[in-house]
């Protein structure tokens, strides 16, 4: 990995250069919160955001988005290609870094999805280091997802005088070279960087989890009586699964458009709390209960997705979901109590 | 505009013909499909995702075996609003198609075994692909049984292509119905009273069974009861889907997705998967 230094007062050139090529998403404040808006004017891009609303998911999985289309006067069926650039997004948290990653991984594996793949092939990732914890509902220490773990292509952190910068893909290399905006870094700064990450690790020491065994631990607890607790507290609303980096369900309709003339395939997210998530055709509703539909999520989050793809954890502990929800549930307490209830043994009851 | 096929895990569908449509039951049809440029190239018990233009997707096994004929049946009850367009569609007509997906009916445990299919209502839908297949290479096994249950004589599906599956194909069946109005000569009651009756020969028979989740309840039952081993026996299950691939989580049951890793499944493998026949 390469490094460099990017002085503070060029970090708006460097959002500029990204805007005129790729479709730029950063983080913008808004009605007194932070979003991932689409950036027009660089200097509206907020360095110092706390976290999102919304992760930084919609720029490459729309909240809506056509898939294919038919023509019906031909009959025939085509892919959307979409002529946009790709998206490039600015300043992302740690926690969101490895959110994309999970979702470009569930995207990805074999058989890839088709749209996603187009949609985002060239996108480009400028990730943003995180000094503090954002918000108390955060675990990203317990997830150890407060680091970035190599899914971007420029990462900043953010240090005295501007920001220390490791490019991590080719994308990366050209566009430093390209800009001219990055200077090689002294070697003052290069120790001034090193009391900085030291001083990241030590911020985000705290840990609740044992990662170890977390995702063979869970369905050792599937039948136990804490989830029906949980359904007490749930509203079954799907607010969790909106805000969350790496819930990545999602709804394929048919649609009219065009005054009948063409008719559209559109994909819209999902959420597998919702009640009629697993409702088939004839009416049979295969997690009809929403202590089955809380279970399903936390399972997913912290077992299923983790086990497929080989990570200790597939929730990247962002807080969001936990902030965001009427019930207060968080996976963190979730996936704690799990660990205490195996540990001590408890977990056999139904 | 392209004419290529799509591309794995697009969705985009291929535009089929329908060439002959006919109705079995009152809330069944059969439609007998051809593609354009290929054949479907689908084993017995995998599935396609069937649509029209504007009105939506449904998953659907194939009816037919791909030693028939270039195309493929698929068998449609009338139940959601895809399903009741697709009842709309006459000999002709187009439809969309993706896939076949899933994995299909374990042809290779099955040879040169004794072979029990178990179909309850539209369940006989997705094993006709078998039977056929099973007729089709009648000597690569040995003594075959296809038990078939519905609600009323009149809910039958294929009853007139029973015959020559008893001659030609040499297969066993036993056919009832939940209630029958005089006329009715074969048995009364549920398909669980048929299990009892049959020879079993529990360790070099392979079962597949196709129904719905309260018939595999007392299905299993039965068979455990008769001693066949679990991984002696293979159920499809039905599930909710949207993408085919593995991601819109629709299908998802426990840790694994129907669309990829079934629809067929070995029953032993289930008792990993709570989930799955509840």
């Known amino acids: 990995m390469k490094e460099k230094f990017l002085p503070g007062e060029r970090v708006e050139d460097l959002a500029e250069y990204l805007s005129q090529r790729y479709r730029l998403w950063a983080p913008a404040a808004k009605e007194g919160a932070f979003v991932f808006a689409q950036v027009v004017d660089a200097g509206d891009i907020s360095m110092d955001y706390s976290t999102t609303l919304l992760p930084p998911k919609h720029a490459f999985l729309p909240t809506a988005e056509i898939l294919a289309s038919v023509d019906l006067q031909t009959g025939e069926a085509d892919s959307v290609r979409p002529d946009d650039p790709p998206p490039a997004i600015f300043g992302v948290h740690p926690c969101d870094l490895n959110g994309l990653a999970r979702l470009d991984q569930a995207m990805r594996e074999p058989p890839a999805d088709a749209a996603y793949h187009r949609a985002n092939a060239g996108a480009f990732i400028v990730g943003l280091a995180c000094l503090k914890k954002c918000r108390p509902e955060a675990f990203c220490d317990s997830t150890e997802t407060f680091r970035p773990n190599g899914h971007f292509d420029l990462h900043l952190t953010p240090m005295e005088g501007g920001f220390w910068t490791s490019v991590q893909s080719d994308a990366g290399r050209a566009l430093a070279d390209d800009t001219g905006l990055f200077e090689v870094p002294t070697d003052r700064q290069r120790a001034e960087y090193e009391h900085v990450r030291r001083g990241i690790e030590t911020t985000f020491a705290g840990r609740r989890l044992n990662l170890k065994t977390l995702a063979a631990d869970l369905p050792k607890i599937y039948p136990h009586r804490m989830w029906e607790k949980l359904a007490e507290r749930c509203f079954s609303c799907g607010a969790c699964t909106a805000v969350c980096p790496t819930c990545v369900c999602f709804d394929v309709r048919d649609e009219m458009s065009d005054g009948c003339r063409t008719a559209n395939r559109c994909r819209s997210w999902d959420s597998c709390l919702l009640k009629d998530f697993a409702v088939v055709a004839g009416g049979e509703n295969f997690r009809g209960r929403r202590a089955e539909r809380i279970r399903h999520r936390m399972m997913r989050q912290g077992s299923y997705l983790a086990r497929r793809f080989g990570l200790p954890v597939f929730c990247v502990g962002c807080g969001r979901c936990p902030h965001v929800c009427l019930g207060k549930i968080s996976p963190l307490d979730v996936f704690e109590q799990c660990q205490k209830e195996v540990g001590s043994g408890v977990g056999r009851a139904a | ?278």
């Open chain 2, 1 to 278: 505009m392209s004419d290529a096929p799509p591309d794995q895990g697009d969705y985009r569908p291929e535009i089929a013909t329908a060439t002959e449509v006919r109705p079995l039951t009152a809330t069944e049809r059969l439609f007998h499909l051809i593609l354009p440029h290929r054949a479907l190239g689908h084993l017995p018990g995998q599935f396609v995702q069937v649509s029209l233009p504007g009105i939506g997707e449904a998953p659907i096994s194939v009816s037919s075996s791909f030693t028939r004929t270039s195309g493929f049946d698929l068998c449609i009850r009338r139940t959601g609003n895809v399903s009741e367009a697709l009842h709309r569609v006459k000999a002709g007509g187009r439809v969309g198609i993706r896939g076949p997906f899933g994995c299909g009916a374990p042809l290779e445990k099955c040879m040169g075994q004794d072979v029990l299919m178990i179909a309850g209502g539209l369940g006989l839908a997705p094993l006709r692909s078998l039977v056929q297949y099973i007729c089709d290479y009648r000597d690569r096994f040995k003594k075959v049984t296809l038990l078939i249950g519905a609600r009323t004589p009149e809910t039958l599906l294929f009853a007139d292509e029973y015959n020559a599956w008893r001659n030609e194909g040499k297969i066993n069946i036993e056919a009832t119905v939940d209630t029958a109005k005089k006329g009715w000569t074969g048995s009364v009651g549920l398909i669980t009273n048929l299990i009892p009756q049959i020879e079993i020969w529990p360790t070099s028979t392979v079962v597949v069974a196709c129904g719905p989740p309260i018939m595999y309840r007392f299905v299993m039952r039965k068979l455990q009861q008769r001693h066949i081993p679990d991984d002696r026996i293979y159920l499809s299950l039905e599930r909710r889907m949207k993408c085919g691939m593995g991601k819109c989580g629709h299908c998802q049951i426990n840790d694994v997705y129907v669309c990829l890793d079934g629809p067929v499944f070995r029953y032993d493998r289930l008792a990993a998967l709570p989930e799955a026949v509840s």
